[in-house]
């Protein structure tokens, strides 16, 4: 570090420690001056439901507020409704301590950019960081000062629906999505009017649910939750999260908003977060049915855990003053609660100003402004994975006649995707649209439907936010009568289609990943007609798309690309944007794969690559090829990259002392494009089994015809060490492999020495 370097870090250490020690004298006297029910009421969080349509001053919410029993709400949208509560806390309460007001403000705002699993495959960190932070300027302009994101939880079975609000399968992707959201959120130090603070959830393991089932028990060993789950909590609390929500499922069997090894040891003493932890929904009474403890005692094991506020329970407020009376939980333990919580208010300056956060003339003037919707559109764009394109079907033509069909092609409402609290669908275009703006007069676009997104019209208005004006009650035969009229005379079919906005997402399990029937035969309706047929796959999770896949020449997989998707869609399929995402996850070929995921560890009989039918005392199936249908990792671009010359720079490496691994990658197509180059570790010979291989480097790079490009990736102990069967994060010295290549598959490898 130079000089200069250490003196800045010298002056921001004094200057950060002088800002504690303002905070501290501040916190502590404002609680000098707190009653206990004062103090207890800075611990509740109720919600803000009741309110989004009436008047805050007369709603039971108003009524808590004014009574000093709030800390904060969520989910209210609109500056002056923020503003007539927060008016309420300042003016009507003895000590006039502000509200943290809420929101899960998941991926976007009014700009809505796409689901999380959408943006980690961009695999651009910068892009995610910028999203984060034009998310957190249109928010804070409506006076929003807190955001329930990011969402990292490891995600390995996609009947989970919430594989759609995370980055996907991979701790290490993950950890970097998660540093990139926490950065873009917060800013340099939450000191602008345009910083918020993140909350990164759901700590822990909640991906992990059983059978893919939400709210399901997830259990593994702790050598899995600190080598495969923990790292993006971890890496959140490394930028500097301000608060952590922790799970609705039980880890080692209890309830993870009671689980004190989680909330305290592991959170706190190990990784030494100082922010506040607050409870998912409803999760302290969830306690009762999880059959541990009816919400008088689960308050006291969930203060006793760590727990600091409760979302929605109205049981910390109900019960704590009781246990502290009858010698349950200690006055320490609530004020450690209550300091925390003000410490969190002091930092995004609202006792300063506590209207910080809300100006009616911000919101009416930096919320879904051209500038943030070009960026959502580019992002949009970069975040589509082009799975399949048999003989260069895409890029399309802006010419003659294109038949847009099936349930996406015509919806502005399924656009944004799921969690999207303050999205305006009626200001987004719709598919149709935006290709329809893309070919101007050179080419005509036609739509018919062709098909709802399920024939049942219950599955298929629970798809799509049960909005009854979007189901066409015709049935299946006429639909695809009309579909198949308009495509006669089409040059090309493009099929929209997929999952509806609610088909993923919370509570919206699946245990059918394939495309719904009656949008398959629409599919085969259109292959029939002999043109070429582009499918264009919404989800929210990993979908088995393996007929589609033998049939259809070409596959876009969009998932749900928010509110600018009817542009980012066509800037991609007529070639204007060359695709550019990859995959995050392990797309399966069949349901009973799941779960499936690349990092697996190998077995003692593992299976020969390639499916020439059943191998006897292997580890496969008897009826189906165990193989991915697309690897993690996996995406086309309309150009072709070539990989070559892998090396390295030692095949021996000391302790302290590092390696470098290079691959040269040539654009040998005649586009530019972009390509997101990977390395993966494996070590073949260690105290506990590792798995095949893990990501653990990746860079996007660009290039244009003919250009090559060196990549490295610097190899050092850390990308060598795994959390050992005693929990020690060591690199054991021995063998190890690295790999790079395009995808989790086509790789190149070298070995190493980790010498003693
Ligand atoms: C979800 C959280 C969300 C919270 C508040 C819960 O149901 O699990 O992710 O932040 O509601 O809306």
Known sequence: ???????????????????????????????????????????????????????????????????????????????????????????????????????????????????????????????????????????????????????????????????????????????????????????????????????????????????????????????????????????????????????????????????????????????????????????INEMQKHGVAKPDKASVLALNAGTDMDMASHAFIDNLEKALNEGKISMEQIDNAVRRILMAKYRLGLFKNPYKYIDPQREKTEIYTESNRNEARKIAAESFVLLKNEGNVLPLKKEGKIALVGPMGNSSSNMPGTWSVAAVPSKYKTLLQGLKDAVGDKAEVTYTKGSNFYDDPVQDLAAASWNKALRDDRGEEALIAEALEAAKDADVIVAAMGEGSQSSGESASRGDLSLPDTQKKLLEAMLSTGKPVVMINFSGRATVMDWESKHVPAILNVWFGGSETGDAVADVIFGDVNPSGKLTVTLPRHN?????????????????????????????????????????????????????????????????????????????????????????????????????????????????????????????????????????????????RVMAGPDSERLSTLSFILKE
């Open 592 to 736: 009973g794969q799941i779960p499936i995921h690349y990092n697996h560890l190998p077995t003692g009989r593992p299976a020969s690559p390639g499916w020439n039918g059943f191998q006897v005392f292997r580890s496969n199936y008897v009826d189906m090829d165990p193989a991915p249908l697309y690897p993690f990792g996996y995406g086309l671009s309309y150009t072709n990259f070539k990989y070559s010359d892998f090396r390295i720079s030692s095949t021996k490496m000391s302790p302290d002392g590092h390696i470098t691994a290079t691959v040269t990658v040539t654009n040998t197509g005649d586009r530019a494009g972009d390509e997101i180059v990977q390395f993966y570790i494996n070590d073949p010979e260690a105290s506990m089994s590792r798995p095949v291989k893990e990501l653990k480097h990746f860079e996007r790079i660009s290039l244009k015809p003919g250009e090559s490009r060196d990549v490295s990736f610097d190899i050092t102990t850390d990308a060598l060490k795994f959390y050992n069967y005693n929990l020690e994060h060591v690199a054991e010295p021995g063998e190890f």
């Open 1 to 283: 570090m130079c000089l200069a370097t250490v003196a800045l870090c010298q002056s921001l250490n004094a200057a950060n420690a002088d800002t504690d020690k303002e905070m501290n004298k501040f916190v502590d006297k404002l609680m000098s001056k707190m009653t206990l029910q004062e103090k207890i009421g800075q611990l509740n969080l109720p919600p803000g439901e009741d309110i989004v349509t009436g008047d805050p001053q007369s709603s039971n919410l108003g009524a808590l507020v004014a009574a000093g029993k709030a800390g904060g709400t969520f989910n209210i949208k609109g500056a002056e409704k923020i503003k007539a509560l927060q008016k309420l806390a300042v003016e009507k309460t003895r000590l006039g301590i502000p509200l943290l007001f809420g929101m899960d403000v998941i991926h976007g705002y009014e700009t809505v950019f796409p689901i999380p699993i959408g943006l980690a495959a961009t695999w651009d960190m910068e892009a995610i960081e910028r999203a984060a932070r034009i998310s957190a300027k249109e928010a804070s302009a409506a006076g929003i000062c807190w955001t329930y994101s990011p969402m990292v939880d490891i995600a390995r079975d996609p009947r989970w629906g919430r594989m759609a609000e995370g980055a996907g399968e991979d701790p290490y992707l993950g950890a970097a999505v998660s540093r990139a959201f926490v950065k873009g959120y917060q800013g340099k130090n939450l000191e602008n009017n345009d910083e918020i603070m993140a909350c990164v959830k759901h700590y822990a393991l909640y991906g992990a649910a059983e059978g893919g089932r939400d709210y399901n028990t997830a259990d593994m060993s702790r050598q899995y939750m600190y080598n495969y789950y923990f790292p993006p909590y971890k890496a959140a609390v490394e930028a500097g999260v301000g608060s952590i929500m922790s799970s609705f499922n039980t880890v080692d069997g209890v309830p993870a908003t009671a689980n004190k090894w989680l909330l305290t040891d592991v959170l706190r003493n190990q990784w030494g977060f100082d922010g506040f932890v607050v409870t998912d929904y409803d999760a």
